[in-house]
């Protein structure tokens, strides 16, 4: 799907990059009823994202559990997005047929290119739409960085080489998945709301505990971000509270989830701050759900809701796809 002329041209363009471009526009549409104009509506779809992609701007397509027709081999585990402990999901701010996701250089590019691409598209009607960006964002030792509305600087847990993240957030062969979907993505989108005024009235000491890093990445003990967390030598969690959110997500960290975040903060004024929060894996039960169930009962679950998002499939590059779920 892309035309970017770059080392990474052949990368899909949710995976292309350490760091993903810093603004992003994620919609959410619901398609008309009728395998004809749905077929016509994804491959309109396919088209209106290829179009735009490249350059200043990475977008893609991720198809919900409704894009798929009926007689489709469908990814295992393609289903609508439960509601988790304490979620509050809106259903107006939930789910969808398709997931358009347009990241750019400035937010106006992500706009226009949105825009653009929405004006494509026949026979759909939108569902959700969020705006983000990435604060502070940058690379360093080979990871995407930026900082979240709580003021950490997030992205550490992620893998350090294109590699790394084409195994932990692609499809492979022998899991069981159709062979077009072989090489796509299972995408998590999360629009979690965050206390930030809650927050910031505690010290930056109980911020981090409640964390389970200091805010510069640094692991509680002083191991620096860059190296695995000591877990082992703190079993009561005396330095490193054993409901710290890092050490909930990945209690071991010989053993990181399989999954790749990039997720982006959101601003809809001062009552209705947070994270959109978007993890790729190859495995959704493997990587974002095992990490979810860890999490319950964490310090930080008290400064969170969720109240929105989906699961959605971003297919393999190239069109095979769009073959094998509109030629029956």
């Not at 002329?5 to 350490?18: E, N, Y």
């Not at 997030?154 to 077009?180: C, D, K, L």
């Not at 010989?254 to 809809?268: E, G, K, L, Q």
């Amino acid at each position: 799907m892309s035309n970017n002329s770059s080392d990474q041209q052949d990368v899909p363009a949710h995976l292309r990059g350490a760091a993903p471009l810093p603004y992003a526009t994620v919609i959410a549409i619901d398609l008309t009823s009728g395998s004809k104009r749905r077929g016509e509506t994804l491959s309109a779809a396919y088209h209106a994202v290829a179009a735009i992609d490249g350059g200043k701007i990475a977008a893609w397509l991720a198809l919900g559990e409704g894009a798929l027709p009926s007689w489709a081999d469908r990814p295992r585990n393609l289903r609508r997005m439960p509601s988790f402990a304490g979620d509050v999901l809106d259903p107006a701010q939930s789910h969808g047929d398709l997931l358009l996701q347009i990241t750019g250089s400035s937010a106006r590019a992500a706009r226009q290119a949105a825009e653009q691409a929405l004006r494509a598209l026949p026979q759909q009607h939108l569902r959700w739409r969020a705006d983000g960006t990435r604060p502070e964002n940058r690379t360093e030792d080979g990871r995407g960085l930026s900082r979240n509305p709580f003021h950490f600087t997030e992205g550490h847990g992620n893998p350090a080489t294109t590699a790394e993240i084409t195994e932990r957030a692609t499809v492979r062969v022998g899991q069981g998945e159709p062979s077009w979907a072989v090489g796509g993505s299972y995408q998590v989108i999360r629009v979690i709301r965050l206390a930030t005024d809650f927050w910031d009235r505690d010290s930056v000491h109980e911020q981090e505990r409640i964390t389970g890093r200091r805010r510069n990445g640094r692991w509680l003990d002083g191991t620096p971000s860059t190296e695995r967390a000591a877990f082992a030598t703190d079993p009561h969690g005396k330095i490193t509270p054993l409901d710290a959110h890092v050490r909930r997500a990945t209690p071991n960290p010989r053993t990181p989830a399989p999954m790749v975040r990039r997720s982006y903060n959101y601003d809809r004024g001062p009552d209705d701050q947070g994270l959109i929060f978007s993890c790729f894996q190859g495995d959704l039960e493997k990587g974002f759900e095992a990490v979810q169930r860890r999490l319950q009962g964490e310090a930080m679950a008290k400064y969170t809701l969720t109240t929105g998002g989906g699961y959605f499939f971003v297919p393999p590059p190239g069109d095979a796809w769009l073959r094998a779920l509109t030629q029956k």
